[in-house]
């Protein structure tokens, strides 16, 4: 946003959240007595200056809080705010839509008390609420360790920290790690403060269970050959993020498969530029890399627009922003080695969709397990996931797919012999997210 204003430009933001500031630098509703180093703690003066940069620019934008993009055609969204649709059209458009928890289904994944690490952190920023009673945190991924952290000094009764990444991994990530030398000494010391607090941290841990007949009472894992289990009210786990792509696709941008995300991605230069003209990528929707590199990312899909537009006219301002986005992208692609470094650190789980049990529910939408979409491989011969959808009802859901669209992916691979690449990828629909009925045939009919 302020580059484009520092160009002369009135931009529109329209923002999901009800005040800005994203994930990582979300702020609380009016009123929220917190302080910000209690809320952000290592962040809080990046988010303070990021707040107080965001305030100074509102009247120079058209701000639109609140506000849900449902949909993205060529040259148009489709909008919700306070229940009513709206259209509004684009000339060009910068896609920031961020990233949502990777879930891992597991025995018990679906039981009242088991959250999202997201919704967990969520919780804590946007209301100043916690997990109530014993709280594990478990998964894959620096976020278990902040999390846990967070959730501590909030007052939680944290009890365990799980961590299917093994030490061996960890080791062999350190000099990619070493990069960005203050970040990695941040996870050190979450790590550290929280053996200090008496709070067990398991590393390596396989085979992770929820047990509980109307709610969460126990988590149970494997460690070593060796079963555990503890007591615990609620769960928040998480197996690392995935791109929200949904937009991207329903605009028309070009996707290619990602080894690195594991997953399919807009194609985008480096620069932010999508493979349709006018429709730039920002952010962790176009490959996971962090808050920091999503900043700098913004950054040069706004130089980027600029420079499409001819702004600014004069050949001295052409060639500092040339510059400037070149610079832009080597940072990027620097972090982009640091991001490597995470992945060998907490790599992403998949021998567990060939251990998995019949049983197991892999859609809670439509109630799929794991065992049905096994036999649409051997007696329909599924190869491909939006047949896999069609014969199952696999990703029909409120979630379109978003929450098991990459569990059933990796549940057909293993059981095709196939590759996660090879199986495709579920075609993205709108709605991306729910909305009332009444507002999509309101919709329709503005239409």
Known sequence: MQTLVEAGLRPLLIDENRRAGGQIYRQPPPGFVRSKKVLYGFEAAKAEALHGSFEQLRSKIDYRPDTLVWNCTPGQLDLLHAQRPAAQTYTH????????DRVMPFPGW??????????AQVALKAQGCVLDGRVVIAGSGPLLYLLAYQYAKA????????????????????????????????G???MAWLRA???????GVEHIAADGKQTLHSLRWTRKGKTTEIACNALA????????????????CRLVFDQLNQQWLPQRDDAG???VPGVYLAGDGSGIAGADAAELSGRAAALALLQDLGLPPNAAAKNALASESRQLAHTLRRNLLFRQGLETAFPTAVDWARHCADDLVVCRCEEITAGQLRRSVQQEGSIEINRLKALTRVGMGRCQGRICGAAAAEILAHATGLSVAEVGRLRVQAPVKPIPVSSALMAQEQT
């Open 93 to 100: 458009l910068i896609l920031c839509t961020g990233a949502l």
């Open 110 to 119: 679906t039981l009242p008390g088991v959250y999202t690490l997201g919704a």
């Open 155 to 186: 007052g939680a009764d944290v009890v365990a920290v799980l961590d299917t990444a093994r030490f061996g991994g960890k080791l062999r990530a350190l000099p990619a790690l070493l990069r960005q030398p203050v970040t990695l000494a941040k």
């Open 188 to 190: 050190l010391y979450f």
């Open 197 to 203: 607090r008496g709070i067990a941290i398991f590393g």
């Open 237 to 252: 786990t998480g197996f690392g993020l995935r791109s929200e792509t949904q937009l991207a696709e329903l605009a028309g």
């Open 273 to 275: 530029r999508s493979s």
